[in-house]
Structures are given as structure tokens and as C-alpha cells.
């Protein structure tokens, strides 16, 4: 892979509490690529589900990954793991990223990504228009008997496969500059 610095012009660092997007759309419909792990050796996977907040007074992001997933093993070994947005054009890298295996296809050299390393070592791309970096503070196990609405596992987990959460402190957020 390439070894890219953050040290990029084309990208500015600007507090969480300086996003101006509607995270609900951002998340849920324009989708993000989780990465996790370091530029020689990471993967990545897309996500529509998590969010942003502020928990334990820190402002967060949370996200959802299946033990199954390629991406999780780096997720629970990684201290880190970035949200990564990207125009609309570029919906083919996160459909590709959603649909296919890192574990047999390296998404980076398939997608064109172009990798771009944090100054903390985690990864990004060049194509991104927003980066949330993450630093791991809490994780834990979705399981049936924490369901109140039990209808929700039944028709989104048929099979039991439950996801596993992780809460990550936003330490860094970078958005392009055109």
C-alpha cells in the first residue's frame, strides 16, 4: 500500500462541534467505510448503522460490527478505527466495500482508494470529503435479552447473529477543503 502522511493539504482539521451535517443522513443514507488497523495491513467495511454523540462527556461515535465481518477482527485488535464519508459519486467504493470480503479481495487496489495515514498511524482516503478518527473506549455484545422490543431481533436478526457495539472518542475530525 501506499505510505501516505496526513500532512495533506487538501484535508482541515475542524472541532466535532464544527460539523454541520445532519449525522442521521450522513450515516443512514450516505453511508461510511470502517477502518481499523495500519496502512501495511487494515480493512475496511461499509456501514449504515451508529452515530455521534456525547457520552461519559466526550463526544463519541458508535458503531456496529458482526464477528463474522473480515473488519472485526481488526477492530477488536486495532485501539483506533476511523469513520470515513465520501461524495455521492463514490457510492460504487461502498458498494463494493458492503458486498465483497477483505479477506479474500484487497478492497484498497480493487476500489482505487487511495490509503492516507493519520499522524497515529490508522488509515483514510484521499477520496474522502469527512474522516472521524476514533480512539476504542467501550464495546460490548448486542444479545436477544437486551431487547425491549423483541420484534426488533426477530426480523433483523433471524439467525441470531447479533452485532458487536463500540464506542469510540472522537479525537480527530477532517474535513476537505476544495
Given at each position: 500500500m501506499m505510505n501516505t502522511h496526513a500532512q495533506n493539504d487538501t484535508f482541515k482539521e475542524i472541532s466535532i462541534r464544527e460539523l454541520n451535517e445532519n449525522v442521521v443522513k450522513l450515516i443512514a443514507d450516505d453511508w461510511m467505510l470502517i477502518t481499523a488497523?495500519?496502512?501495511?495491513?487494515?480493512?475496511m467495511m461499509t456501514a449504515s448503522w451508529g452515530g455521534i454523540g456525547n457520552l461519559w462527556n466526550e463526544p463519541v461515535a458508535f458503531i456496529f460490527i458482526r464477528p463474522q465481518r473480515y473488519t472485526y477482527q481488526f477492530t477488536e485488535k486495532e485501539e483506533y478505527f476511523t469513520l470515513t464519508f465520501f461524495?455521492?459519486?463514490?457510492?460504487?467504493?461502498?458498494?463494493?466495500?458492503?458486498?465483497?470480503?477483505?479477506k479474500f479481495v484487497n478492497k484498497i487496489s480493487e476500489t482505487g482508494l487511495i490509503p492516507i495515514e493519520t499522524e497515529?498511524?490508522?488509515?483514510?482516503?484521499?477520496?474522502?470529503?469527512?474522516v472521524i478518527?476514533?480512539?476504542?473506549?467501550?464495546?460490548?455484545?448486542?444479545?436477544?435479552?437486551?431487547?425491549?422490543?423483541?420484534?426488533?431481533?426477530e426480523s433483523v436478526y433471524p439467525k441470531s447473529d447479533f452485532h458487536k457495539m463500540y464506542i469510540?472518542?472522537?479525537i480527530k475530525v477532517l474535513i476537505r477543503e476544495n
Open positions: 488497523g495500519q496502512i501495511d495491513s487494515c480493512n461524495e455521492e459519486k463514490d457510492r460504487s467504493i461502498l458498494n463494493f466495500c458492503g458486498s465483497t470480503s477483505g497515529l498511524g490508522n488509515v483514510y482516503y484521499k477520496q474522502a470529503r469527512l478518527e476514533c480512539k476504542k473506549i467501550y464495546s460490548d455484545n448486542i444479545e436477544y435479552q437486551g431487547f425491549i422490543d423483541k420484534s426488533i431481533p469510540g472518542k472522537i
